[in-house]
RNA sequence: GCCCGAAUAGCUCAGCUGGUCAGAGCAACCGCCUUGUAAGCGGUAGGUCGUCGGUUCGAAUCCGACUUCGGGCUCCA
C-alpha cells in the first residue's frame, strides 16, 4: 500500500499514490502534452506532490504550442549537430507562430542543407525519442557543456537571462539549472541540449514542422557580436494547422504592396533613383491624392492651419533642435556650399552645411517664432505634407514601408501647459475617427517611454509628460500597452497599432509630447497676464507617411481599393463595338459627377476585359449591350463576380457616386 | 551597417557541370475577329543576360568589386 497524496487536477481535488506523474493524471488525453502546476510550466513526467494544483496544456493552446516549437527547435539543433559535428549551439527559443535555434558554423546553411536538416529531424521524430529532464549544478554543467562556448556564456549570466538575449531565457530560468537529455528507446542518450523547459514527451509529439528560411543573427542580439546561423522554423499540432499557417502566408504574399504595386501600376523604385526611393505612376498618385484631399479638409474642419516648408537648411537649424547631435547618423551627409577660394586654395570664404530635412518640426517651430505669438492662439495646429528623407541603413529599407523618402501628414501643436491634456484626448479622437474613414477599426495604443541613453531632458519633466500621456491613452478605453525605451529623444509617445483585414498589427499614428524642443528654439507666448510663458510642444502624424499607409492600405485591400480610393473607379465594357457610345454616355455623366471612369474600346473581345478591369481589381464594372442601350440602362459586374442587369442610367450613377460619397467598401 | 541569397525582354520565368543559349508565356504593336460576365486567331518588334573588371581560345554560365532587390540581424528620431 503506497502513501497517498491529495491533489487537484483541473479544478476536481483528487487523491493519488504518491509519485504519480501528470502523465498518469492524463493518460488518455492524446492532445495535453505538458501539464501546468501553479504558474509553472512542466513535463508531464514531473512527479506530483501533496496539495499542487494541475492543469492540462493542450497543445493546441498557445502554452503548448510555445512548447512544441521549443521541443522542434531542439530537434532541430540536435539534427544539426548529427549533420555538422561541428556546429555550436547558441539559443532556440520559440516565437511567434515558429521557433528558431543558432548555431555557429564555419559555413553558413544553404537551402540544400535546409533540406537535409530537415530530413534528419524527421527521423529523429520517427524515433520516439523521450526528452528527459536532468537537474545540474552550475559546474558539473560546465564540465558537461565544454565543447558549447555559448552555452557556457549563458550559464554565466544565470538569473540575468532575461536580459542576456530575448530568448535565452529559454535555456537557462532563474532557478536551477536543467540539461535535458534526448532518450532512444533503447535508453541510449542520442543528444542532449541546457535547457529550462519545459517540452513535450517524445520527439514523436511533433505532428507537423517545417524549416523556413536560415538568416544570420548576432549573438545576444548585439552588432558587437559574432553572427550566428540562425534557422527559422514552424511547428504545430497537426499537418492541417500547418498547411492554414502556410496559406496565410501565402495569403500575406499575395497582398504585399510591393507586389501588387507592380501589378497595379501604383508606383515603381528605380534603381536610378536610388534605394528606397520611390516614384508614383498615374494610379498610385491618384490615390495618394485622394488619401490626402481626405485628410487635408478633416484638417481644415479640425482647426489646423497650414504650413509649407523647404527640403533642406542650413546645419545650424539642426543644431539648435538637437538632431545633429541625436541623430547624425540617420540623416542624409551634408552638401558643403558656397565655399570660395583663392588661386593658392587658401579659403576666402567660409562655405555652410545643407541638410536634408529628415523631420518638419524644427521649420515649423520657426513658423511659430516668426512673430510674437499669444494666448489667445493656442493651441495653434501647424500641419504640413512634408517630404522628409532619412538616411537608413541599406539593410532595413523595405518597400513603402521604410523608405528613405517619404510625406509625413505631419503637424506640431504648440498649447499651454494646462491645455494639452485635453488637446491630447481632442486629437487621439480626431486619429481614431479619421484612420476608421480609411477603413481601419481595429486598433490598441503602445506608450512608449525614454531611453536614458538616448535622450535630451530631465527626469522630472519626462515622468510629467509620460504619466499625462498614460493617462489619455487609459482613458481612451483603448488597450495599452508599455514600449519601454521606445521613445523619440526629446519626448515619449503614444503610437495607435492598427490591425488590418488579415490581423497583422501596423503602427500608424504617432502622438509625441515634447518639452524640450520649445526650450531649445526658445519658444513663447504672451499670457493673459502678461507674462512671457512657454508652450508644450505636440509632435504627431496620422498616417506616419503618406507612402507607407497607402503601402499598409493596399495590403489591408488586398489591391481592392473602396471606390472613393480606387484609381480606376468605373470600366466601362461594351459588348460589341456598336454599345460604345452608349457607354459613352454614361461615362460623360459620371465624369460629371466626379467618377474616374475609363470605356474599354480596345480590340479584345468582351470575356478579356472582364479579365482585365477584374484583375485591376477595378469596383465597377459597367457591360452594356443590345438589352441595355434599348432599355438605357447598363449591367453591373462588381469584383466579387456578381452581376445586376439593365439598371436604368440614372439608378446605376447614383449607386456609383453614393458609394464614393459614403466612402464604402464594395 | 552585418550575414546569406538573387539580378536574363515591360512582367513572370527557362536556359544543368563555360562551346547553335539569346528562349517561352503574358503585356506592347499590326492585322483579322467581335452580342452577355475571368484569356478568340495570326503576325511583328523587343535583351551588350544589373554595371565594371578579371580568368579563358571562348563567359548569361567561373572569380572579384560595385549597384539594386529579397530574407534575417541590428536599427526605426
Redesign the pocket.
Known amino acids: 500500500m503506497s502513501e497517498q497524496i491529495r491533489i487537484v487536477v483541473a479544478g476536481a481535488e483528487r487523491q493519488v499514490d504518491a509519485g504519480t506523474t501528470a502523465a498518469d493524471l492524463f493518460a488518455d488525453e492524446r492532445t495535453v502534452i505538458a501539464a501546468r502546476v501553479g504558474d509553472d510550466l512542466v513535463d508531464l513526467s514531473r512527479a506530483l506532490n501533496d496539495g499542487e494544483k494541475v492543469e492540462p496544456v493542450e497543445i493546441a493552446s498557445d502554452d503548448g504550442r510555445a512548447i512544441l516549437r521549443h521541443s522542434t527547435a531542439h530537434v532541430l539543433a540536435q539534427a544539426v549537430q548529427e549533420l555538422f559535428p561541428e556546429a555550436k549551439l547558441g539559443i532556440g527559443p520559440p516565437v511567434e507562430n515558429g521557433f528558431y535555434y543558432d548555431f555557429d558554423v564555419a559555413e ?1 546553411f ?1 537551402p540544400d542543407d535546409l533540406k537535409r536538416i530537415e530530413k534528419q529531424m524527421q527521423r529523429i521524430i520517427k524515433e520516439r525519442q523521450q526528452f528527459v529532464r536532468r537537474a545540474v549544478a552550475d559546474d558539473d554543467a560546465r564540465a558537461e557543456l565544454a565543447g558549447e562556448p555559448y552555452k557556457l556564456e549563458l550559464i554565466g549570466l544565470k538569473g540575468g537571462a532575461a536580459d542576456a538575449a ?1 530568448g535565452a531565457s529559454a535555456e537557462v530560468g532563474a532557478g536551477e539549472l536543467t540539461i535535458y537529455d534526448n532518450v532512444r528507446r533503447g535508453g541510449e542518450v542520442a543528444w542532449k541540449d541546457l535547457c529550462r523547459g519545459p517540452h513535450v514527451p517524445t520527439t514523436k509529439h511533433v505532428p507537423a514542422f517545417k524549416l523556413m ?6 549573438w545576444r ?3 558587437k557580436n559574432p ?1 550566428l ?2 534557422i527559422y522554423g514552424t511547428a504545430w499540432e497537426s499537418k492541417e494547422e500547418l498547411q492554414a499557417y502556410l496559406d496565410r502566408l501565402a495569403e500575406a504574399e499575395r497582398r504585399d504592396h ?1 507586389k501588387l504595386g ?1 501589378e497595379l501600376d501604383l508606383f515603381s ?1 528605380p ?1 536610378e533613383i ?3 526611393l520611390p516614384v508614383f505612376h498615374p494610379k498610385g498618385a491618384t490615390i495618394k491624392m485622394e488619401m490626402e484631399n481626405y485628410s487635408r479638409q478633416r484638417h481644415i474642419d479640425a482647426g489646423y492651419s497650414f504650413v509649407s516648408t523647404p527640403h533642406i537648411t542650413k546645419a545650424h537649424l539642426f543644431e539648435t533642435s538637437k ?1 545633429l547631435e ?2 547624425a547618423d ?2 542624409y551627409p551634408p552638401m558643403h556650399l558656397d565655399e570660395e577660394r583663392d588661386a593658392d586654395g587658401n579659403i576666402k570664404r567660409q562655405g555652410q552645411d545643407y541638410y536634408l530635412k ?2 518638419n518640426c524644427p521649420m515649423h517651430n520657426l513658423v511659430f517664432r516668426s512673430r510674437g505669438r499669444s494666448y489667445r492662439e493656442l493651441p495653434l495646429r501647424l500641419f504640413e505634407f512634408g517630404a ?1 528623407y ?1 538616411y ?8 513603402l514601408t ?1 523608405a528613405r523618402g517619404f510625406t509625413q501628414d505631419d503637424a506640431h501643436i504648440y498649447c499651454a501647459r494646462e491645455d494639452m491634456k485635453e488637446e491630447l484626448a481632442r486629437l487621439l479622437t480626431f486619429v481614431l475617427d479619421l484612420l476608421a474613414d480609411y477603413g481601419l477599426d481595429d486598433f490598441y495604443l503602445e506608450l512608449s517611454t525614454r531611453d536614458p541613453e ?1 535622450s535630451v531632458g530631465d527626469e522630472q519633466t519626462w515622468k510629467e509628460a509620460t504619466q499625462i500621456l498614460e493617462q489619455v491613452g487609459t482613458e481612451s478605453g483603448l488597450e495599452l500597452l508599455p514600449d519601454p525605451g ?5 519626448g515619449p ?1 503614444i503610437s495607435v497599432q492598427a490591425k488590418d483585414a488579415i490581423g497583422r498589427t501596423w503602427q500608424l499614428s504617432t502622438i ?1 509630447l515634447d518639452f524640450f524642443e520649445p526650450e531649445l528654439f526658445e519658444l513663447e507666448y504672451t499670457a493673459p497676464d502678461g507674462s512671457r510663458q512657454r508652450p508644450v510642444m505636440i509632435h504627431r502624424a496620422l498616417f506616419g507617411s503618406i507612402e507607407r499607409f497607402l503601402g499598409v492600405l493596399t495590403e489591408h485591400y488586398a489591391g481592392a481599393f473602396p471606390p472613393w480610393l480606387a484609381p480606376v473607379q468605373v470600366v466601362g465594357i461594351p ?4 454599345h460604345t457610345p452608349h457607354l459613352d454616355d454614361v461615362a460623360d455623366r459620371l465624369r460629371a459627377r466626379g467618377v474616374r471612369v475609363e470605356i474599354d474600346t ?7 476585359k ?2 482585365n478591369a ?2 485591376q481589381k477595378v469596383p465597377y ?1 459597367l ?6 442601350v434599348a432599355k438605357g440602362a447598363v ?1 453591373f ?1 462588381y469584383r466579387d ?1 456578381t ?1 445586376k ?2 439598371v436604368p442610367v440614372a439608378e446605376a450613377i447614383e449607386e456609383i457616386v453614393s458609394a464614393v460619397e459614403r466612402r464604402v467598401q464594395v
Open positions: 553558413p544553404n530575448e528560411r536560415v538568416a544570420a543573427a548576432y542580439g548585439s552588432e553572427q546561423q540562425r510591393r507592380a523604385f534603381d536610388g534605394s528606397g538632431h541625436w541623430y540617420g540623416m529628415p523631420m522628409v532619412r537608413e541603413k541599406s539593410g532595413v529599407v523595405h518597400g521604410r538616448k521606445g521613445a523619440a529623444f526629446y509617445k509625441q459588348i460589341a463595338d456598336q480596345s480590340d479584345d473581345r468582351m470575356q478579356k472582364i479579365r477584374q484583375k464594372m457591360l452594356a449591350g443590345d438589352d441595355d449591367s459586374r463576380g452581376q442587369n439593365g
